[in-house]
């Protein structure tokens, strides 16, 4: 009877398509993770940085007084605050500071406590003052007002306070993000009459930080959800790779390594082989009755061709071989060779041993004999270390040296078989076999792919092994390259500085918001780079003032080579409309009342590198200066001299 066999078209299942992406998207963001908490934890080590610590060293408060009738409370709190930066290496920047004072956890004021910004540099303090003075309608209950009389006997209120900050930090010349951190004060502030505190002084408080919680919730902090590390079988990816997965990956990561760090030895210090000759051999004795007699004397050199490595030989072992019969051995001085050096050895053979030779092998031995050329082995096991620049050492080595010699014998410095010719020896590591084995060389066992659990397949989890495998070893790759470039090129950073700026015109009209000006600049651009150049694409520079941009230049491109300065002269003039509010126009007059202004320049580039022949892509880089520029009249300043700024970039 026939058999009909049908054959049905393969249908993709589309669970295992939802968890291969599944298992994609996991690995990616595990991934990036990873390198985000490896790059912090690097930080934190290499810069060990601690928060600030702001404190509040005195409080006089003169007037707290509280009606019923009408709800109003009328005060006058004066206050003196610290801002201390413990940081070795870093800097902060604090561009805004608010403070809310509360009462019962009503607001009654508020205050700015920052106009301009200002910086606290590494290990100093900075010093605030704040007042905070009038009246405001606030509602207290039954209990709150109970609780204000009961302050009112004692002479001692309790006032919280509230700080929202802007800060940036700074790390050298780099400076990062805007951070905004909340601070809350709790002060017990006595009351005081005519300067005198009618019950005790008060005591500086401590501030604490409270960076994640919202405002209108000041309880007790919220505890993180209960981690579970149930295990739920074949549920967990971890069970369901089984050993094969994590040991593959484990040795992935491990020849990765392996063949990155030699990579980057052979980048930085262009290892080349230490060549090995003997140049001269004199064999004045070579009989065999029951015994081998002999006598040999070789020249042999060693020369080290790198640049960059010198090597140690902590021990030199030369051995004399007839066939595979050892007849005599030499233990030859220590050394260190220099780079570029060559070095002699001569070691002396000379005796008599005891050798077994069977009928092939002494046979062998009347035919060279009647020749007068003997076929000899001359092996060199070594132990070296190697010398990396001025300082690393690697571990000791032992690789083995085999040179092949024919040697004529020579009687009374003469030879009748012709003269012994330079012979170069062979380098290789010393085997790990027995002796006594020297059959053929044995396979490594078969290599398996088979996962515990999951028969002839791997599943999920060894698709996800695979992928952090992979998605590691790029970010190896990548890390690797940057090192090896940083160490070829040793880029520094370009310096900017604004070395002069003259300003002959800063005129503003309250009744136009026209702003008159005439700002002319030079502009230093240090390569401190020896291998490395700059294309300078995109100059675009703009000025500044209370952030109401008043003026732009374009300039023109350039190249700047390695080791070079540039002088940039752009000269801002005109006028231009501005919007300055209340406390900007109280700012302009001050600044108009002594001379200076401050004034911001921002240089927007579009540069390229040349590493050589080898052009990067472009990048924009943020050129930011804050200058202090006096008015000038007829050449002269009034307010001193401009002084040489340096800037900062960002990107």
């Known amino acids: 009877m026939p058999i009909t066999v049908h054959q049905y078209p393969h249908k993709t299942n589309p669970t295992n398509a939802v968890a291969v992406a599944a298992a994609v998207i996991t690995a990616f963001s595990i991934s990036v993770i990873l390198i985000i908490f ?39 709190l004066d206050l003196n605050i610290s801002l201390r930066n413990p940081n070795k290496k870093v800097t902060i920047y604090f561009d805004k500071i608010k403070a809310n004072a509360l009462y019962e956890g009503q607001r009654f004021d508020t205050e700015s406590l920052t106009e301009l910004g200002f910086k606290v540099d590494r290990k100093s303090t900075h010093f605030l003052n704040a007042t905070f003075a009038g009246q405001q309608l606030i509602e207290l209950d039954a209990h709150e007002i109970s609780e204000f009389n009961a302050e009112k006997s004692a002479g001692v209120y309790s006032i919280d306070l509230r700080f929202y900050l802007r800060i940036r930090i700074g790390i050298g010349d780099f400076i990062a993000g805007k951070y905004k951190p909340k601070v809350k004060c709790e002060l017990e502030v006595p ?15 401590r501030c604490h930080k409270q960076f994640h919680l919202d405002e209108a919730y000041y309880g007790p902090s919220i505890p993180p959800p209960t981690q579970s590390y149930r295990r739920h079988g074949s549920d967990d990816w971890c069970d369901d790779c089984g050993s094969c997965c994590c040991l593959i990956s484990f040795l992935l990561q491990l020849i990765g390594l392996v063949v990155v760090t030699i990579a980057l030895v052979f980048l930085i210090f262009r290892p080349s082989k230490v060549k090995i000759h003997v140049t001269d051999a004199s064999l004045t004795l070579f009989n065999f009755t029951t015994t ?7 020249n042999i050199t060693i020369r080290n061709p790198n640049k960059m490595i010198g090597i140690y030989y902590d021990s030199i072992e030369a ?44 046979s062998v031995f009347n035919s060279e004999k009647s020749a007068g050329v003997y076929d000899i082995n001359v092996k060199l096991n070594l132990k070296i270390r190697f010398k990396l620049g001025n300082k690393l050492k690697t571990w000791r080595i032992k690789p083995e040296v085999k040179c092949d010699l024919m040697v004529p014998l020579s009687s009374n410095g003469k030879s009748g078989a012709g003269t012994f010719e330079a012979t170069k020896c062979e380098t290789k590591k010393q085997s790990h076999l027995n002796g006594a084995y020297y059959g053929p060389s044995i396979p490594p066992p078969a290599r398996t792919y088979h996962c515990p659990g999951l028969g002839d397949g791997c599943g999920c989890g060894c698709l996800i092994c695979f992928l952090l495998e992979f998605i590691g070893t790029i970010v190896v790759i990548v890390g690797v390259a940057i090192l090896d470039f940083w160490l070829i090129f040793s880029p520094n950073r370009v310096n900017f500085y604004v070395t002069d700026a003259s300003l002959t015109q800063f005129d503003f009209a309250t009744n136009t918001n026209t702003l008159n000006y005439n700002l ?60 300055l509010g209340t406390s900007e126009l109280l700012v302009f007059n001050s600044e108009k009342s002594i001379g200076v202004y401050y004034i911001k320049v921002r240089l927007y580039l579009g540069i390229r590198f040349k590493l050589g022949k ?31 700024t340096k800037c900062r970039i960002g990107f």
Do not use: M
Not at 43 to 69: C, E, G, M, Q, S
């Open 520 to 579: 002319a600049l030079n502009i230093n651009i240090r390569n401190p780079n020896k291998k490395i150049g700059i294309y300078y694409d995109n100059i675009e520079a703009s000025v500044f003032f209370e952030d109401q941009r008043f003026g732009t230049e374009f300039l023109t491109p350039f190249y700047q080579g390695h080791k070079n300065t540039t002088i940039l002269s752009p000269v801002f003039k005109g006028q231009q409309l501005v919007l």
């Open 614 to 644: 080898v052009k990067t892509w472009r990048i924009k880089p943020k050129i930011k200066c804050d200058l202090v520029v006096p008015l000038s009249s007829n050449g002269n300043s009034v307010a001193g001299t401009f002084q040489t």
């Open 191 to 205: 009351l005081s009459s005519q300067g005198n505190s009618s019950t005790a002084r008060f005591e500086t408080t």
């Open 292 to 298: 081998l007699n002999y006598n040999l004397a070789l």
């Open 319 to 362: 051995s004399a071989f007839f066939g595979d019969q050892w007849f005599g051995s030499v233990s030859l001085t220590p050394f260190y060779q220099g780079h570029k050096n060559t070095t002699v050895l001569s070691p002396v053979f000379e005796g008599q041993q005891l050798v077994s030779l069977g009928a092939s092998d002494l």
């Open 38 to 76: 490896l790059a912090y934890i690097i930080a934190w080590f290499i810069l060990y940085p601690r928060t600030f610590k702001l404190h509040v060293t005195d409080a006089k408060l003169t007037k707290f007084n509280f009606t019923t009738n009408n709800n109003i409370l009328q005060y006058k």
